[in-house]
């Protein structure tokens, strides 16, 4: 796998490299692009990444009532391995309440090339807490060990920051990760900067005197120095779970926020919606690339960012999931909620979740301003047949969903995180989106716990179909039934890795 390409530094030198699972090593200088000409046969090797075989997933407990902290779990997704589909390793965390969220890696893809760095230690920022955790993977992938712990209270005074998502590894070989607010659960978007080898914290990255008024995930570009972050809402008003009343008051991100990635300032602010909630953020993978994609959670909307002649950024939509009329929930529209999105390192095909509408689409973004619908498969959600919603007014769907059901397992919850196999040919799910709101929206899931699915991706025409042999049952922990979010691939995948 990656690890075994040491020889490049971390991470592979293109994505289309990533893509086929190759690097190239030998004595002749590191990510040169081709073998020298004069170079002796015996000193080349092509190694070839095989496919996914385990993958590191958070656990969490928090909201369950079962006073458990959370944790790592360690699956194994390799076919051939007696254990397939099953947790092999739990690493429980030395705090309760942590609400583990996102996770990332201490180096990347944006080091290739630095024989210096290895891809050995995830970094886990608490999401309540504050907490970050640091992971040794290294030492044995499959018994991940607990490296170091930063504190909250560190996190708070160097950085005044709290409330922590995204974490990305710099090509500088620093760890940057994201936060929603201030300690005391305002909204404030900035970032807390650590050293990439002692992990202790060196301070915020963003200067100047600007802040966007909410944070979430972020992505970077130097290329076009650019960084451009998203905002979700305030967390104090996050924290109890999704308030109609918070609707329309400003508690809710609208905003893409665009910093200059050389001096670390907030330069623009790019209206997407009221109340749209722009969560996930993805660059089209290719470094040269002016142009990616985010996922509008409450619009329930997919747009398209692009900088502009002038030099500016602009963002326009380019898919709209239409909310469904029902009766027996929240409110008399149900909106798809888009939670999640990425992009196939080749930069064909977008993925998004529906987490209550209960489906996860494939789009074709070789026209990246119309994307083209080619694969959907329904694997929970809220509009099921038989249970409390009834949907009284459908501009998709002439019938409601069949309930989901896989080895026997009726599925609670939606589909929420998704993570694709680097060959673009898997692609693996989990329904737990954040506990609160987990607890609210599908009580089930916190009485049955979440699981974990793959699907099978056609990459030639596009389309989806479950793997029903796969099932992780996270319902089935020693510790009772838990909460599964984001997956993590050992040698980088699709959603941690940027190339510049």
């Known amino acids: 796998n990656a690890a075994q390409c040491g020889a490049c530094g971390p991470g592979y030198a293109s994505p289309l490299d990533a893509m086929k699972g190759e690097c190239t090593a030998?004595?002749?200088?590191?990510?040169?692009?081709?073998?020298?000409?004069?170079?002796?046969?015996?000193?080349?090797?092509?190694?070839k990444g095989p496919r996914e075989e385990i993958v590191y997933v958070p656990c969490i407990y928090r909201n369950t009532g079962r006073g458990k902290p959370d944790f790592l779990a360690t699956v194994d997704v390799d076919p051939k391995s007696p254990h397939y589909s099953q947790v092999i390793h739990r690493l429980p965390m030395p705090n309760l309440g942590d609400e583990l969220h996102h996770s990332g890696w201490n180096t990347c893809s944006s080091?290739?090339?630095?024989?210096?760095?290895?891809?050995?230690?995830?970094?886990?920022?608490?999401?309540?807490?504050?907490?970050?955790?640091?992971v040794d993977v290294g030492t044995d992938p499959r018994a991940p060990r607990l490296f170091k712990v930063v504190n909250p209270e560190d996190v708070f005074w160097?950085?005044?920051?709290?409330?922590l998502h995204t974490s990305h590894c710099l090509g500088s070989g620093e760890v940057m990760i994201s936060t929603l607010g201030d300690p005391a659960g305002n909204g404030k978007g900035g970032f807390v900067l650590l050293d990439g080898e002692t992990f202790d914290i060196k301070g915020n990255w963003e200067m100047g005197d600007k802040?966007?008024?909410?944070?979430?995930?972020?992505?970077?570009?130097?290329?076009?120095?650019?960084?451009?972050?998203?905002?979700?809402?305030?967390?104090?008003?996050?924290?109890?779970?999704?308030?109609p009343n918070d609707l329309k008051k400003g508690r809710y991100g609208r905003r893409l926020n665009v910093w200059d990635w050389t001096t670390h300032t907030y330069i623009q602010a790019i209206d997407v919606g009221e109340d749209a909630a722009p969560l996930e953020i993805r660059f089209l993978h290719n470094p040269d690339a002016a142009e990616g994609f985010v996922g509008c959670t409450i619009s329930s909307a997919i747009h398209r960012f692009y900088k502009t002649e002038r030099g500016d950024w602009a963002a326009e939509k380019v898919i709209q999931v239409p909310s469904k009329k029902v009766e027996g929930w929240l409110l008399p529209d149900m909106p798809s909620f888009i939670t999640d999105i990425l992009i196939s390192l080749d930069d064909?095909?977008?993925?998004?979740?529906?987490?209550?509408?209960?489906?996860?689409?494939?789009?074709?973004?070789?026209?990246?301003?119309?994307?083209?619908?080619?694969?959907?498969?329904?694997?929970?959600?809220?509009?099921s047949k038989g249970g409390p919603v009834?949907?009284?007014?459908?501009?998709?769907?002439?019938?409601?969903?069949?309930?989901?059901?896989?080895?026997?397992?009726?599925?609670?919850?939606?589909?929420?995180?998704?993570?694709?196999?680097?060959?673009?040919?898997?692609?693996?799910?989990?329904?737990?989106?954040?506990?609160?709101?987990?607890?609210?929206?599908?009580?089930?899931?916190?009485?049955?716990?979440?699981?974990?699915?793959?699907?099978?991706?056609?990459?030639?025409?596009?389309?989806?179909?479950?793997?029903?042999?796969?099932?992780?049952?996270?319902?089935?922990?020693?510790?009772?039934?838990?909460?599964?979010?984001?997956?993590?691939?050992?040698?980088?995948?699709?959603?941690?890795?940027?190339?510049?």
């Open 390 to 500: 009834v949907v009284l007014k459908d501009e998709e769907l002439q019938c409601q969903p069949e309930p989901f059901v896989i080895q026997g397992k009726k599925v609670a919850g939606g589909p929420q995180m998704i993570q694709l196999s680097l060959d673009g040919k898997r692609l693996y799910v989990t329904t737990s989106l954040y506990s609160a709101w987990d607890r609210q929206f599908y009580p089930d899931l916190i009485r049955d716990g979440s699981v974990m699915l793959q699907i099978n991706v056609d990459t030639e025409k596009g389309g989806l179909s479950v793997n029903h042999d796969f099932l992780v049952d996270f319902g089935k922990e020693p510790g009772g039934p838990c909460m599964a979010h984001e997956m993590r691939y050992p040698g980088g995948d699709c959603t941690s890795d940027i190339w510049v």
């Open 348 to 383: 064909r095909f977008l993925y998004l979740s529906n987490w209550l509408h209960g489906d996860v689409r494939q789009y074709d973004i070789s026209d990246t301003r119309r994307p083209k619908l080619v694969g959907q498969v329904f694997v929970g959600g809220s509009i």
């Open 111 to 134: 080091c290739f090339g630095d024989t210096t760095k290895k891809r050995n230690r995830l970094i886990l920022p608490s999401l309540i807490s504050s907490r970050i955790y640091v």
């Open 211 to 243: 802040n966007p008024p909410m944070g979430y995930d972020f992505w970077y570009q130097p290329r076009h120095n650019v960084l451009i972050s998203t905002e979700w809402g305030i967390p104090k008003f996050l924290g109890y779970g999704f308030n």
């Open 26 to 47: 030998w004595g002749f200088g590191c990510g040169n692009p081709a073998v020298p000409a004069d170079a002796d046969a015996t000193n080349v090797s092509i190694l």
């Open 158 to 163: 160097q950085c005044d920051l709290g409330y």
